[in-house]
């Protein structure tokens, strides 16, 4: 069942603790890949020094200020590719950025994108899964609650395990914010 687009305008950090678990897919012409959201963090309006609408609206912020569950792909460093989901009101700037999967379905087409072989490092990080799952800017701003869209969220079917709430990753201000989860015993974690 993919998650609707209500799931997505509730508060942030409520969102950010129900995606663990859940499975990312995307499909594309070389074949479908999905992997088991196992990290996650929250980046929540102007007030939040780490969000790039801390600055308030700008082009590149422009983005987040748009509806609930629409994919906000941005490049770091120019090269690489990360995936978050636009979360509450529209015109509320916030959302989560996918950080680690497990991956799933399409293993070997993952492996043979990202040139690995190793599956815990395989979706490890928010540019490696964007690697893996050949997500890229082109998927900017779609829905990820249509089955009709390249890229959807369903809900997961395991059991949630337990989860642990950290600092954010990669940050210089905001880092007394503990909007990064992730689940305890996962080996498919970015950083523990």
Known sequence: MILPCSFYSRPTLKVLEDLIGAVLVRKTEE???????????????E????????????K???????????????????????????TEKEDFPAAVLIRALEPKDGIKLMMKRRQRNNLLDLCS???KLCQALAVDL????ISVCSPKSPLFIEKGKAEPGELVWRPR????????????????????????
């Open 31 to 45: 074949g479908y890949t999905s992997g088991i959201i196992v990290e996650a963090e929250a980046y929540r309006g």
């Open 60 to 86: 590149k912020s422009a983005s987040l200020y748009g509806p609930s569950g629409r994919a906000f792909v941005y490049l770091t460093y120019g090269v690489h590719c990360l995936l978050n989901v636009i």
């Open 169 to 192: 990753i990669g940050i210089s201000r905001g880092r007394d914010r503990l909007w990064r989860v992730y689940f305890k015993d996962s080996p498919f974690v970015s950083f523990k």
């Open 138 to 141: 082109k998927v900017n701003g």
């Open 47 to 58: 007030d939040d020094p780490a969000s790039f609408a801390s600055r308030g609206r700008t």
């Open 125 to 127: 990080g928010p540019a």
